[in-house]
């Protein structure tokens, strides 16, 4: 499957984008179904006509419709709604955490950004829609993608609504929750005996196949446009906070893409003119656990050597031992004078409480990740509280709900009586 | 507690409802937390100010934020946003279910409106922002309420959001996924050894104590307000089909309140010049499970007479055996020409499946009753698939997993090889 979107989709050929530029050595290749160089086997990333970009005005942005395709101008499919393949997430809530920002002593504004608002409830929606757009332009006529839980969930919704078939791989260990929440769409759903890095290295084999000719592996073959989707998370928390940059963000880590387009989003619109960088340049801080942080170790030990681990823990959507863009996650916080770090199971179950409590946001694992992780970084100095800063949360709480199963429940039992209720104290 | 909102917050004093008027008798009483009537005990509504209402128009909603407060001149409270208890929930998606409506043979659209998409992922969001609205513009310092789960759930996220304190009573059976997302915001939580009715009945008398004259139970002392939230649901319907009121809906039924309170949000668009009614009037149809249909099974009888049951069956959120609205629900049924059935367990599992199938939406299992009852309307004839449909998911399937748990998982499991997957039959 060689055919490059202006081959295939008129309707698709007027975006921004003008290219698959290599990451490692510089390298273009037209926009296609590729997600390596021909030449050094770098990752592949779309590279844009700035001219293009920079015609984008903030009312273009405000006049679009109430999601992500509102950043259709900056985003390489989609300009044409006909052409999109989606379930219309986006523009999820920026909640004010001042409560949270109390408890750990913050002086300026304090944020979550809350993407379980998403329509299956993950940012992977984000991804996912970028991805099957391009997807379908490219000729494709089924889906797939390898999985932690939440994209697996995203692109079975996704060809569901669209009528197309797919077929999913995740681990075999996978919380129930994902694994219902894929699989009640009446796709193929492929349980693999082995990690997320084993489902997606059999994933990278499949796609080479004849028999698979005709599937998009969201995060494999068509892995270029998927993660140019995580940009919307960056342009939208800009223009919430009315076209301002936070001073620091706190952001999960997986394979590090996020993080790397978050970043990558901000400097666009600063580029483009659309937003003034704030005083002091914004600072990216990266959170894993501590069953799987190779990011956050090679940090730690000061290298750019990312040793792979065989992931552990409960946060199964960070579960990723070889992180693909894990060196550019690293390069995204060094440049910006940010920091890592990484929770324990336990902090992360008391930081899923923590913020449920004090915002009135459940998140899942990896929220409790982020939330953790941030109480540690402003305790060590190393994120500063006097500085506005937002916080993302990338999935939802239903999802993962045995992790806080053993530590909350009923503060009372009572019978249905006036009597019962009075003996039980709840009367004073 | 019987301050009135006008003395206690001017704030929402400006608002177009203008007295508590009996749904029996016809008294009014001023607005205040008063649920019955002091003359008949019937239950109370809100009543407004009709040149008020008039004075409303498309403009002013569509200039209004992305949520239900864009409705703040048609709600008794809310008029500032700052008088706003909320986690701002509502214009959910409004999603075209033509893959769900060829199925089942329909020649006219179908639609799907999802508000699983609210901040805690079930309708409940608005009713309990506008009930905290009213409760603390009257005083109360504590959230309380009585639920079969998705108004626990909401409850909670808005106390723990507001920073007040809460105390939620729910049956001790609920689903895991509905105590958890309660429990973990961390206000209190009193399980209770009985049915919801049961549960209901106990706050009924905890609301008369001494130790709870700060609380503000929002489906009992200040249920009038609460009950308000739902007219948003038929609000939102309108305005997202370019205002127009669909011919026909179809509503779960738990209580009866949400049916009541679609149709006099439709009423009220038509009266006030907002929207012309359809030719031939808009039908409304009511669905209840087996497990608990006392008001379809009155209907069926062609009685008035509502007998109460003890509810069985896993559509736990609709099981209110003796249902307030019940009466109201049956007139505006019977008025309308619509009709009411109900669903049995397995045609409430089959239909999640159907509806997550041709719509990538995954309900709770309310959202399986209304799927399957809308099935069997087209069967038997009473509902015409040649006419505009709409059905109402009102919550998530994340949080009944249960109820298809053992119908849906992984199609195939695999080892992490080529060959493995090659012997599975993955590539033909």
Known sequence: MTSTIDETASS???SPARALVCRGCGAEFPLAAQ?????????????????????????????????IWRY?????????????????PGLTPLVSASALGAELGFTAPLWVKDDSANPTHSFKDRVVSVALTAARGLGFT????????????????HAARAGVPSIVFIPGDLEQGKIITTAVYGGDLVAIDGSYDDVNRLCSE??????????????????????????????????QLGWRIPSQVVIPMASGELLTKIDKAFTELVEIGLVEAPAGGWRVFGAQS???????????????????????????????????????????VKRTGGWMDYATDDEIRDAIQLLARTTGVFAETAGGVTTAVL???????????????????????????????????????????????????LLG
């Open 12 to 14: 698709v050929a007027d």
């Open 35 to 67: 997600h390596a160089c021909y030449q050094c086997f770098g990752p592949l990333e779309v590279a844009y006509d700035p001219a293009a970009l920079a015609r984008v005005t903030r009312a273009q942005i405000a006049a679009g419709p109430q999601n």
């Open 72 to 88: 259709a101008p900056l985003l390489p499919v989609g300009q044409d709604p006909s052409s999109r393949v989606t379930l219309d």
């Open 142 to 157: 089924r889906f797939a993608c390898a999985s932690t839980g939440n994209l697996a969930n995203s692109v079975a919704a």
């Open 206 to 239: 499949l796609v080479e196949t004849d028999e698979f000719e005709d599937t998009a592996f969201v995060n494999v073959n068509v892995r270029p446009f998927y993660a140019e989707g995580s940009k919307t998370l960056g342009y939208e928390v800009a223009e």
């Open 290 to 332: 501590a069953g799987c942080n190779p990011i956050a170790t090679a940090l730690h030990n000061d290298t750019d050597e990312i040793v792979p681990v065989r992931p552990t823990g409960i946060a199964k959507s960070l579960n990723i031992g070889d992180p693909a863009a894990g060196l550019y996650a690293l390069e995204a």
């Open 375 to 425: 109480r540690k970084l402003v305790a060590s100095g190393r994120l500063d509280p006097s500085l506005e800063t937002v916080v993302f949360n990338t999935g939802e709480g239903l999802k993962t709900i045995d992790a806080v199963a053993e530590q909350v429940g009923p503060t009372y039992r009572v019978k249905p009586s006036l009597r019962a209720a009075r003996e039980a104290g």
